[in-house]
């Protein structure tokens, strides 16, 4: 396996502060994935870690093969800042060229990929007007089209929807889904639960600097079974254990988490074999923002 991502240990205490306390994780080449958490949880200094912007006080990782903090792990990685401010006096165009300048593109090169960018962020007729009369969601578009100019191989993204309109984020929308099918990397956080669930193959919870979950979205969550019984008895309840974690209990109810939606039709049979009366099946799917409520806890929900 080829890793975009690597972390071991990485951890980044300011005084008493301890902002990530413990990070490891693995984020496989041509991964869409998730970090989330509530505020101040840690992500973006996680993400600067990574990237070499803030220096950790313990721990190791690589971007790419290269460590990280070196020169090397940076050449093929973009960047969106979660707090960008751009040269206010600069044009889009401008900026994008500089940008490209820095990555060593030729002129033609810069004019060919600058043209085609301004146009996948909607600034195309933008292009020519100073940063100071562009809005923020205007901003956060170019600030998109800057971290991909020099067609990175790993893209960071803090918070790339934060000042965007329902339109602006169907963009980056598909911004993302157009990079996952070239095989690029996407590491990225979002408070839009909606967004991530659409985009993102994998995705870590992270609270007070730490990973206290983890879930895969490729085939959907593990789904949930609510059945309705005539009587739920103590030897059905542990019957049923075997098939998943019972989430809940009255005297007519089960809920379970399965782990595979193929379990279902099993546990009928099983049900049928032991001549319970079976009043209901559903099989109920949580949301992305179900799992996050239910993992960060509800102290968590007015942050
Ligand atoms: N430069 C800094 N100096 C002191 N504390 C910081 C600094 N940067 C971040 N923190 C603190 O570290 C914690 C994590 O911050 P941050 O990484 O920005 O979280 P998130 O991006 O998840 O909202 C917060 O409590 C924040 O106040
Ligand atoms: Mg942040």
């Known amino acids: 396996m080829s890793w975009a991502i690597e972390a071991t240990g ?13 990070l490891s994780l693995r984020v496989a080449a041509g991964e869409v994935f998730g970090f989330l958490g509530p505020n101040g949880a840690g992500k973006t200094t996680a ?24 020169r090397e792990s940076r050449r093929w990685v973009g960047f969106l800042p979660e707090h960008f401010r751009f040269q206010e006096w600069m044009t889009g165009r401008e900026l994008l060229d500089v940008h490209g300048r820095l990555h060593g593109l030729t002129a033609a090169v810069r004019a060919e990929r600058i043209a085609a960018l301004l146009a996948e962020v909607d600034l195309a ?27 990175p191989r790993l893209v960071f993204l803090d918070e790339p929807t934060s000042g965007l309109d ?19 990397t996407v ?12 985009m993102c193959d994998r995705v870590v919870f992270l609270k007070q600097g730490r990973i206290i979950h983890e879930t895969s979205l490729r085939d959907g969550f593990a789904p949930e079974l609510h059945l309705t019984l005539d009587a739920v008895s103590a030897e059905i309840v542990h019957g049923l254990r075997t098939f998943g974690e019972v989430a ?28 319970a009366a079976v009043y209901g099946v559903q099989v109920k799917r949580p949301s992305l923002e179900t799992l996050f409520l239910e993992t960060i806890g509800p102290d968590e929900r007015a942050g």
């Open 125 to 151: 007729d933008a292009a020519d007007r100073p940063l100071r009369t562009y809005s923020k969601g205007m901003q956060q578009r170019l600030g998109l089209a800057q971290a991909l100019i020099h067609r």
């Open 187 to 198: 590491f990225f956080n979002s408070h839009i639960l909606s967004d991530v669930e659409t």
């Open 248 to 275: 809940q209990t009255t005297d007519r109810e089960v809920r379970l988490r399965l782990t595979a939606e193929a379990e279902v039709p099993n546990i009928v049979r099983w049900l049928v074999g032991r001549d």
């Open 166 to 184: 329902p339109l602006g984020r169907i963009l980056v929308r598909n911004l993302v889904l157009r990079l996952r099918t070239e095989g690029v």
């Open 10 to 22: 990485l951890r980044k205490t300011f005084g008493a502060k301890v902002a990530v306390a413990d």
């Open 47 to 70: 993400m600067k870690m990574l990237l070499g912007l803030v220096h950790p006080t313990a721990g190791y990782g690589r971007l790419l093969g290269y460590p990280i903090g070196s």
